[in-house]
């Protein structure tokens, strides 16, 4: 691994200083902010995830907030997803279509109110693409970056820490729903939602003036636990399933092939801007999906570009993410195979930089 | 510096093998890209860049390409320079705004044709705006990342360097304008342009498949010329005033507050989608502006964030960029400051991280 030089565009955080002091020992950059990758090693932080609670500075999935008259309607122009039946207080995951139906960003939905939401963004300038759109249909809505950072609670004692700060009362939030709560005279949205599979919520925290201060509340109400600064954990995300835009997905790619179609409402998403394009594939499927794959042989380098996978001489698809799994003592993969090759058990050969080895195609991913 | 943790979301470029084996110490990200920041150290790169030659991997400026009948429309509605005079063979420098004024980014637009155009863009992904904007306005226009990575070649022997790969005509190359060369049967668009004041080209390089090939044959007919593989220096670039979007301006600033103004013809750039809101500030002037400014003391640490300018108890400024100058023998940088305190000569106060020190506003850059 390189160094990462500092500069002011690699914006900083609001819990860069808690960051900092937990001993970050990597960074990756995700909407122009730095964002942890390992803090003791990425196999310490993984097992530590499974067993306790961490607390991630996740700032860089910056909000993209509709304000006024016209926010549902520009909400919905936006998603394949049907968002007719969502009400304030819930959150949706959705797919965000350009007019080709090519993913533009995966980010969460957060209705505030009818009038009011906020766009949970992954790794894209998603706010000039709704900008354009809200400015080309002269929309009566308002498009911002706000000064919101979330703030990750992940792993099995997530619901204890929470309460020990916010209260029992936040054990009650269903997943994917939101409330608002107290902390030091301040409103904040938390949600129980997050990028892994061990349980958790996601703090909204308004302003970056109480972002430390909250940081050193879990921190300190967290010493029984063994709470530690932790990340978005790759190992984790991948045994999960969980994608990342960019790694394992990007424009040139339908949320159907993103095994994203049960997000899609195709026939009823009227007015998203690119429901036309998708209306064959909705109907007809993709020719290509994301699959779960594991990898032959000891654990496999980091995956920084796509690997070939190989049906003898014929390529049949790519590996976007992999890594070493200790808890089930494979490499687990994430990928993208042709329909001639995604069933089940099929073998085939991926192109790793240390050479060719042998890939099956899994049904499901490991969580 | 902490580490970098590669992923393909942070892409690699088509000389990223030439970069490396060139021992690469350090690297920013730019565009969801791999930029390099340092090779051998950031003073003796900046000393060999003034006296030498360098080969840098610019293949994160990435282009957005506009093809069709309304490409020329589209252009204009960008940018509220006036592109009426624009030829097919030249490069303007444009301020792209949003229909507040506010700067998107701060590309170099090419004029390949009537009806085709490369943005050659900042670290913003400004393809979604000019998608979003040409959709909302229904025109008939493609807009599309092309695989197009930018190779630059800087420093005072380019010009040699230059002829010896594509023949001598290549130093005919105005400032600003560009030519169509050959290099193994492939066509490349050369233009003499550059992130640096020591002169030089950038080419265009279309396909990945030729960059190492090309990479090859400049350092093969650099050997004589001292040829290293470089990257936009920090000091260099403070020392000429060249501004980082992202660093020194982003969507708060207009133009004119990124001193731009020479680049807007307000008054008749008729259909910029900025016009409007750029009307006022373009008649009376901005009420604070980028300065070149001289930090006392010795070298300041990295600027990883905006430091402060006081006058006394008030903010009246900041410093968004700052760096040793060995040649200068002072700490230059670039910061933005109030009008009531612009002055040449006016000094002020600056909190950096290791204390405040005594600043003073410069008429002019160094180079």
Request: with cysteine; net charge negative; proline share 5%.
């Amino acid at each position: 691994m390189a160094l990462i030089s500092p500069s002011r565009r690699l914006r900083r955080t609001p819990f860069s200083e808690g960051v900092e002091a937990a001993g970050v020992k990597g960074y990756t950059v995700y909407n122009h902010m730095l964002l942890p990758t390992v803090f003791r090693s990425v196999e310490e932080d993984y097992r530590h995830l499974k067993e306790a609670v961490q607390v991630w500075d996740v700032a860089c999935e910056r909000q993209v907030e509709l304000r006024g008259p016209d926010s549902g309607r520009l909400m919905q122009m936006l998603t394949p997803r049907d968002l007719r039946g969502m009400l304030p207080g819930q959150c949706y995951y959705v797919p965000i279509v350009d007019e080709t139906g090519g993913m533009l960003n995966d980010p969460v939905a957060v209705k505030l109110a009818e009038d009011r939401w906020w766009i949970s963004i992954a790794d894209s300038d998603l706010l000039m693409w709704v900008k354009g759109i809200a400015y080309g249909y002269r929309l009566d809505v308002l498009v911002d970056e706000p000064d919101v950072s979330p703030l990750a609670i992940q792993g099995p004692k997530a619901d204890d820490l929470m309460a020990a700060v916010f209260g029992d009362s936040v054990r009650d939030i269903r997943f994917f729903r939101f409330g608002v709560f107290d902390f030091q005279g301040r409103d904040m949205v938390i949600a129980r939602s997050g990028y892994s599979k061990q349980g958790g919520f996601e703090i909204y925290v308004e302003g970056g003036d109480i972002g430390m201060p909250l940081w050193h509340a879990l921190m300190e109400a967290g010493r029984g636990l063994d709470v530690h600064a932790g990340c978005p954990n790759l190992i984790e995300r991948i045994e999960a399933g969980l994608l990342s835009y960019g790694n394992d997905m990007d424009r040139s790619h339908t949320p159907h092939e993103c095994g994203l179609g049960r997000f899609c409402n195709t026939a009823t998403a009227i007015g998203c801007v690119g429901r036309d394009a998708l209306l064959r594939v909705a109907q007809e499927g993709p020719v290509r999906q994301i699959r779960a794959l594991e990898i032959d042989g000891p654990a496999a380098p980091g995956c920084d570009r796509a690997w070939s996978v190989m049906a003898g001489e014929r390529r049949v698809g790519q590996v976007s993410s992999a890594a070493w799994s200790p808890d089930f003592g494979t490499n687990v993969a994430i990928g993208m195979v042709r329909m001639t090759h995604w069933d089940e058990g099929t073998e085939l050969t991926v192109m790793a930089p240390d050479g060719p080895r042998r890939v099956v195609v899994r049904e499901r991913f490991w969580l």
